[in-house]
């Protein structure tokens, strides 16, 4: 099994930035993928951005140009790059292990994740 531990959230203002970091432990000599979402205040959870094992990426077409993900080659550690941040970004962000059928469904229970606040 793996886990996941994201950290990283906090407050910050309008057109601001974040790094956010998922440490992954366990076998994680199987992950093939790695996908950010999140999960505003109402809202459905989302997904944000995926990065598979060959660095090929994927983005919400809501924070492109915007987001960037990165990993380690290992898997240890997967980044999400936030820049330009408006309220609408407030949100739970997660990390999670996407399946190999759809990036919107996850293989593992959700963590707790890391809140991304941002001001106007």
């Known amino acids: 099994q793996v886990q996941l531990v994201e950290s990283g959230g906090g407050l910050v203002q309008t057109g601001g930035s974040l790094t956010l970091s998922c440490a992954a432990s366990?076998?994680?000599?199987?992950?093939?993928?790695m996908g950010w979402y999140r999960q505003a205040p109402g809202k459905v959870r989302e997904l944000v951005a995926i990065?598979?094992?060959?660095?090929?990426?994927r983005y919400a077409d809501f924070v492109k140009g915007r987001f960037t993900i990165s990993r380690e080659n290992a898997w240890t550690t997967t980044y999400l790059q936030m820049n330009n941040l408006s309220p609408e970004d407030t949100a739970v962000y997660y990390c999670?292990?996407?399946?190999?059928?759809?990036?919107?469904?996850?293989?593992?229970?959700w963590g707790q994740g890391t809140q991304v606040t941002v001001s106007s």
């Open positions: 999670n292990i996407p399946t190999t059928y759809s990036d919107n469904y996850v293989t593992l229970t």
């Open positions: 990065i598979r094992i060959g660095g090929s990426t």
């Open positions: 366990g076998k994680i000599g199987r992950i093939d993928a």
